[in-house]
Structures are given as C-alpha cells and as structure tokens.
C-alpha cells in the first residue's frame, strides 16, 4: 500500500516521461513507451505551463486506465512573463483559484505536483530582481498554500531540484526550499552526460537537465561539512566504488556525484538523506545519453542501477526521461538492443513493482 503522501511502503514507484520532444500526445507517448519497455508505468510526467489546465482530459484518462490505475506527476511552471516575487505577491492568484476550481471539479485523485522544477539556474540575487532564491521559496508557498485554501487536497507537492553540484555550492542554494509544511516530497533530475569517458567514482560526468523543460555555503547547511554517512545495507559508502563497465560510479554516480569546483559538496542523495531525513526522494527525471565510442554504456549502466538501487531505500520513485532528441542527445532506453534487453530487465525488477498503485 501507499500512505498519505504517495509513499510506496515496498521497493519504489517506477514512472516515465514518454518519447518528450516527439510531438506526439502524451497518451500516444505513453502507449508506445510501455510497449518498448514491456510493463505498465507507475508514474506517468506530464508538463504545463502558464494557463494551462490540469489534469487535462487525456491526461486522466491516463491516471484511470485502462489495465490499471497511474500517478501523475504534473511539472507545473505557472508563468514565464511574471517573477517569482510578484506572483508570492499575488499577481497570478486568479489563475491559480480557476486550477484549483478545475481540479477539484474534474480530478479527485492524488497527484504529484513540482512547481517551477529546476530553479537553479534562474536565480537572480541581485536586489530588486524578484528572482532571488528566498522569492523562490515564497512563490512556492503561495502556489502551494492557496491552492490548498481553495480546496485541493490531492496534490502531493514536490520540490524539484537540478541536482548540480555548482550550484549546489552557491551561496544562495539553501534558501530555495519553501518549508517542510508545503512540501511532501524533494526530488532531483540527474543524468548521465555523454562526456563521462575515461573518469571515475562519484565525480564521473553526470549533468544536470538544465534547458530540459519541455514545456517551455555561510547558509548552505552542506557547505562547511562533509555528510559522511553512507548506506548501512551496503556497508560501504557505494559512490567509492567504480563500475569497470560503465567508466562510473554507477547508480551512486548518478545521485551523489561531485566536482572539483564544487568543493565540500558531499552528493545531492548524500545531502538530501542529512537535510531532508524524513522526506521521501524522488528522481523526478533521470536519463542516460548515448556515450559515443562506448555503445555498450548505456546497457551496462542500467544494469547498475538495477544492482545498486536498494542500496538507497529512501529513492521511492525513479521516473526515466525517455527522449531522442533531447537538449544533449539521445536518452532513449532502447536506442541499441543491448539497452533495450537492460532497461528492460531493470523495469521488471520486483523492486519496482513491490506497492501496487492505489485506486483513487
């Protein structure tokens, strides 16, 4: 069974975003993707922006069936044209009242719901810019806050971090986060970058998602420390150890990677377990560029994560970016047939699929 918040209380949620930058509707997406994969999706991520309507028409037809009940997980990014601080002020409250009138008319269900995903890279610190860290935060609250004022219950909220150790470093980075009484879940979006030749461990080339959207240190807790816990399962901190098979650190170079300009960074998953312990994370998108030269990575890496992901019992979710072209390549999980035979391997694992999805 889940709790309240969408937790899974076995193994982890298994979701997709579906064939993104294709052109086709979501629900064609989706049909595709479970065929190529072989098994039905837990969690299905959508994207919206602005006025838009959510969940739309097709989008719960997709979370009812049929075959079965899924989570939607809404990227939510409520405007481009207004900053962060004007909408905390209220400029956007009458698109946000007709949502939560909308949701509350046509979709009982629980949902997932981000706000403006991936800040990071559009902080602007300088006084006046209504793009600072703290706006941030407060923009959150005030979306999330009055929704919940005008009657919508069901949106379980997660925060959504790039999970970059750059930024990660700066200054501002702590003061992102909109309190722990407005956000359920904290979620990151990794990826595995085709540069990742040759290096190893916790440091090897894993980017952020950043330009991905496709629908458009005094006050950083970790910046003077090192969280030097590590994984009492494995018994060993898992992001020493490298995979010979994928050049990597494996899954744990994937969640807890680091950098030499990111000085005392101890990795998003190591960070997350310190600041957010009672939190459930999610990878709110994760991919794997094809690696040139190294056509085998891809396949060998996705059996990695299905060796490794128990060792990280609080990643409740994993929710795969499945694109061909996106911003930096190809993240498709069939894009060779030894991918496709991994990844498939991976989705079928008991682990992802241990709590079924509860029907709303």
């Known amino acids: 069974m889940a709790t309240a918040v969408l937790v899974p209380t076995c193994g982890a949620w298994w979701g997709i975003a579906p064939e993104v930058f294709t052109g086709r509707s979501p629900a064609r997406a989706l049909e595709r993707a479970e065929a190529r994969m072989g098994r039905r999706a837990g969690i299905v991520h959508v994207y919206h922006r602005g006025a838009e309507l959510f969940p739309t028409a097709e989008e719960r037809s997709i979370a009812a069936g049929p075959g079965g009940p899924r989570l939607l997980l809404v990227n939510w990014k409520p405007s481009f044209d207004r900053t962060w601080a004007e909408i905390a002020r209220g400029a956007l409250d009458r698109r946000i009242d007709r949502l939560a009138g909308h949701i509350r008319r046509t979709f009982p269900g629980r949902f997932f719901l981000t706000v403006h995903h991936e800040p990071e890279n559009d902080v602007r610190e300088e006084p006046g810019s209504g793009m600072t860290a703290a706006d941030y935060a407060a923009m959150f609250r005030h979306v999330v806050t009055r929704l919940r004022e005008r009657g919508v219950r069901n949106a379980v909220t997660v925060m959504t971090y790039m999970g970059a150790p750059n930024w990660a470093v700066a200054p501002w980075f702590a003061r992102l986060y909109p309190g722990d009484d407005v956000v359920d879940w904290v979620a990151l979006d990794p990826y595995l970058d085709p540069s990742a030749e040759g290096r190893t461990g916790s440091s090897a080339g894993i980017g952020p998602s950043a330009g991905m959207d496709p629908s458009a240190a005094a006050d950083h807790p970790a910046g003077g420390r090192t969280n030097t816990r590590t994984d009492s399962s494995a018994g060993t901190d898992p992001s020493t150890r490298t995979d010979p098979s994928t050049g990597t650190g494996g899954f744990a170079g994937l969640v807890d990677r680091t950098r030499p300009d990111a000085a005392g960074w101890p990795g998003f998953h190591r960070w997350m377990r310190w600041r957010f312990p009672d939190k459930p994370i999610m990878l709110a998108e994760w991919g794997v560029f094809e690696r040139p030269g ?67």
Do not use: C, H, N, W
Request: glycine share 6%; aromatic share 12%.
């Open 294 to 360: 190294r056509p085998g990575a891809k396949a060998a890496f996705f059996a990695a994560v299905r060796r490794e992901m128990r060792l990280y019992p609080q990643i409740k979710a994993l929710v795969y970016f499945d694109s061909p072209r996106a911003p930096r390549g190809d993240t498709r999980f069939d894009a060779t047939a030894d991918a496709a035979r991994a990844f498939a391997g991976l989705v079928r694992d008991p682990y992802l699929g241990a709590t079924p999805v509860p029907q709303e």
